[in-house]
Every structure is written in C-alpha cells, then in structure tokens.
C-alpha cells in the first residue's frame, strides 16, 4: 500500500517567510517594531498595538513543554500512532505546536526543556523536538 | 434597551438521533422545522426569519427556502463558529425580534456526523491553508487532539486526575439511559468503565468524547407577544449573548495566557447574567456543551457554578445530579443523548421550561443552554416567566 502523504502545510502571502525559514531549518518569529511584542501565529497585524511594521527574529529554538497530548488512535492515514505532539514554550514567548522525537520510554513532563532538530519532509521542512539532554 | 424576555421559543422539533439516518441533512432539517412549527401552531408561510449556522455548509440556504417555499423572509443571518453558533443562533433571532426586524424566527442544526463526515476522523492530503496549517502536518488533526492539550493543561494546573474527567461522562450517561431518544438508552457507565476505555489522544479516553450523531433539531423564536397568542408553553428568553477571548483560534487558541480556562465562555456569562439579571445560583437546570469532558468542567467554572479548578466538586457531592441542586444534561448531552453540536442542549432546555421532559427537573424555572468551547461561544438563559 502507497504511503498516504503528510498534508504539507500550503503557505499565503502572510505566512510565505515563516515556512521558507523553515526550508532552511530556521524557526522565525514576527517581532512588531512598533511595541516589540513577539507574535505568533504569523498574521500582518499586531495583536498588541495593531501595527503593521514588523522584523523577522529567529528562534534560538529552545523552550519547555507547555502542553502535550500522546495521539493512541489513528484519525488520518499519514500519522500512525503512538505519536506524541507538543505544544512547546519558546524562549521566545510563543508556543508551537511540533512532534517529540524520543524513545518509547522517555520521561517527560510538562516544563521539560527541549529543543528543535529539522526533518525534512518532501517540499517542506519541518521542526521537532528533541528532550535536552 | 434589554433583550431580556423580548422574545421565547415556542416550537421544538427533532428527528430520532442514529448512527445512520438514511436520509439527507436537508430532509432530515425540513423534518425537524416543520414538526417545531406544527409544535408552535405556525405555518411555514408565517416564518419571516432563518438564522443558520455557518457549519451547515451541506445545507445550502437557497435549497431550504425553495424546500419550505419561504417567500416571506425578511432576516437570514448566519453564524459562525461551528458548535460555537448554536446559542447564536437564537441569539441573531431575538435581536431580529427586539429590532423589529422579524417575527418568526427558524434555526436548526442537522448533521449526518455518523454516515458521512466524522469529525473525528481527517483524511485531509496535499496543501493545508488558514489557521490549521501549523497544526495539521505535525499530526495534531482532530478536534479530540487540539482539546487534549487544554485538557492536559487542566489536570496539571490543578492537580486532578482523568478520574474527574470520568465523572462528567458517567453522569451523562446516567441521565441518558433513561431517555428513550438517547443513543445511550439504558447503556449507563461506571467510573471504572471510563478508567477502562481505550486512549483516544492522552488524557482524553473513548468515554471522554462525544458521540457521532446523525441527526437534526430545530427551534421556532417569536416575540414575547406573539408567544402569548399560541398555543404552547412558551419558553422566555431571559438572555442570549455571544462572547469571544483573547487570541483566538479555532479550537487551537494555545497564545492565550491560561489554557485551563475559557475566556469566552466567561465573556459571554458576565453579558447572559447581566441581561438577565440573574445570578448563577439562581439557574436551576444547566445544559452544558459537551463535546468533550474537560471543556465541561472549565464551562462550569466559566458560567460561576465553582471557582477555577473546582468544578469536580459538584460532580463528587452530587449536586449535578437530578434532585441536585443544578441538574446537568438532563437529557445526556452529546455524551449520551447524540450529538447535535448544541441543539439538543437548546431542545432539551426547552422540555425542562415547559415540564415536558424524560428526566423532568422539579419546578424548573430557569435553565442555562451552552454552546461550543474553545471556539467564540455563545449561551442562553430560558425562563418560564417573562419577568
């Protein structure tokens, strides 16, 4: 049987940066230059000040797990489970949402730091997380 | 200006809740509507207003108008936001109503989620655009798996196990295996029965997910002097409000600063509570949005029954129970009785006003009616007096 593909995500005009970053396995945040709030997820206005002007900053790409969930029934035919998806604190401030790549038996609790490795997935690359050692 | 009793639902009507119906959603719509306006004692050529949910986008509105050959209308709103809606539903009609801008007010939900579409189960391929398009390709697919991550969130803020997840399914069960419309009839669980089903996405199980239903509802919403004029028991509309939070998402909103509580399912009860000029306490039946059994107990502490993190202490004293002091989903909720994203809680809200209900609450005056979390929410207070 053909292996169903990973939808990919399907960047716009807005979001286009982030996930080139991403091919270069940069994670990027938007910084408002107006009031310096970090946002995420990508969007042209700042939630805070509602400034358009903004920089792209990178992610130093370490953080602590916020929230997690452990997926043990399958709902889409490209991610058999067990699989394992964080939502992972930035040093930055933004919490993203990526896969932990660990041992069956690895511990791990919500505040455990970890941080990002790349996989590269046809056309687009994309983060994970690894438990910092 | 209030809203407060300006308007009453007057006609219910539902289909029988499966696993398939046979039919389309149209048909199974133009059945629940008719059978709410038969109940009111209207005809479709009195109805000059729909107010749909977005969601329905298998319902095309131009086929519902030609179905009921509505050539009256003057007001068709819809509202966004999936399960969310529900409530907004009858909110959009009694702001048409208080306006002046309709009289007779449909809206309905009708779903085939069993036969056809499950939420619960995404075969999405290629290119994933909006707001999902940082989620989706890590496998974070489903509405179960974005709420685990607020459920987990709940569990380690305030020190709770899966057990008090458990309660919220049992007691829907309950209240579902004694009503014959339920898909869970005389199937109640135990909390060992929870504790026992199959991990679905940790820390949510089987039994902490609602059902898949198909199925529709519908309600009628007139004006409070034209409620008088027919033949029912009206069901005032004490309040209806709709409420959004901070950096929203949809059902993804993990910027905000809290995730173990719903900002706006709080924004919405301080607006439901102000029009109606109630208190919590004085709510005597709660129909709780219950898609899945965390975003119950954040919904209880959002609508002030109990202080963050306290809600698993109405289950444990029994106060949601039946001769409780605020029965919860009386008729089973999605949980237990099917899943109408929100409108068999809208329905069963208005069998308790009226006294007609299978689990009847004694000298009901008052119900609260909930919608969808973790989205822009929406809720209602029903009452039996237009005070």
């Known amino acids: 049987m053909a292996e169903f593909p990973r939808p990919s995500p399907l960047p716009d005009r807005d979001t286009a940066p982030f996930w080139e970053a991403q091919n270069n396995h940069e994670l990027k945040f938007q910084r408002c230059t107006g009031c310096e709030t970090v946002r995420y997820p990508v969007g042209p206005l700042c939630p805070e000040c509602h400034s358009f002007d903004f920089e792209w900053i990178t992610s130093s790409g370490r953080g602590t797990i916020y929230s997690y969930t452990i997926v043990r029934h399958q709902t889409h035919p490209a991610f058999a489970p067990p699989y394992t998806v964080l939502l992972v604190e930035m040093e930055e401030g933004p919490r993203i949402i990526a896969q932990l790549q660990a041992s069956e038996d690895a511990r791990f609790a919500i505040d455990t730091p970890v941080h990002i490795e790349w996989e590269d997935h046809p056309g687009q690359a994309l983060p994970v997380f690894v438990l910092d050692s | 200006m209030t809203i407060r009793n300006k308007a009453a639902i007057v006609g219910i009507g539902q289909t029988e809740f499966s696993k398939d119906s046979g039919r389309s959603t149209l048909r199974m719509a133009l059945e629940a509507i008719l059978q709410a306006l038969d ?20 319902i095309f509105e131009i086929d519902l108008l030609r179905s009921l050959n509505l050539s009256n209308l003057r007001f068709f709103h819809e509202i966004p936001h999936g399960g969310g809606a529900a409530c907004g539903t009858i909110a959009g009609a009694v702001a048409a109503i208080a306006s002046g801008m309709a009289d007779v007010v449909v809206t309905f939900r009708s779903l085939n989620e069993r036969s056809e579409r499950r939420f619960g189960q995404s075969t999405v391929g290629g290119g ?14 489903t509405p179960a798996q974005w709420i685990a991550i607020f459920g987990q969130r709940y569990l380690h803020e305030y020190g709770h196990t ?51 239903t198909d199925g529709a509802c519908a309600a009628i919403v007139v004006s409070a002097e034209k409620a008088k004029q027919l033949k029912g028991t009206p069901a005032y ?141 929406s809720a209602i207070i029903l009452s039996k007096e237009a005070y």
């Open chain 2, 128 to 141: 994933v655009g909006g707001w999902g398009q940082d989620k989706i390709p890590h496998g974070l697919v």
């Open chain 2, 237 to 377: 509309i004490a309040a209806a409000a709709q409420g959004t939070g901070s950096r929203t998402e949809m059902m993804t909103s993990y910027q905000r600063k809290s995730l173990a509580r719903l900002e706006e399912a709080e924004a919405t009860a301080a607006e439901l509570y102000r029009t109606a000029e109630l208190e919590p306490q004085q709510i005597d039946v709660a129909e709780i949005y219950d898609h899945f059994t965390p975003m119950v107990l954040m919904a209880l502490e959002a609508y002030g029954f109990a202080e963050p993190g306290q809600s698993p202490h109405l289950f444990r004293e029994g106060r949601l129970e039946l001769d409780g002091d605020l029965p919860l989903n009386t008729h089973g909720g999605h949980l237990g009785e099917g899943y109408l994203h929100g409108f068999g809680h809208i329905v069963e809200g208005v069998r308790q006003i009226r006294g007609s209900a299978v689990n009847q609450v004694e000298d009901a005056k008052t119900c609260l009616v909930t919608s969808g979390t973790g989205v822009p929410t």
């Open chain 2, 39 to 58: 109940d009111a004692g209207l005809k479709p050529q009195d109805v000059d207003g729909v107010v749909k949910m977005s969601a329905n986008n298998d």
């Open chain 2, 162 to 212: 899966t057990e008090e997840f458990g309660r919220v399914s049992v007691l829907c069960r309950k209240h579902a295996a004694t009503n014959p419309h339920a898909m869970m009839y005389e199937r109640p669980i135990t909390l060992e029965d929870h504790q026992n089903s199959r991990w679905i996405t940790e820390p949510l199980r089987l039994f902490d997910c609602c059902l898949d």
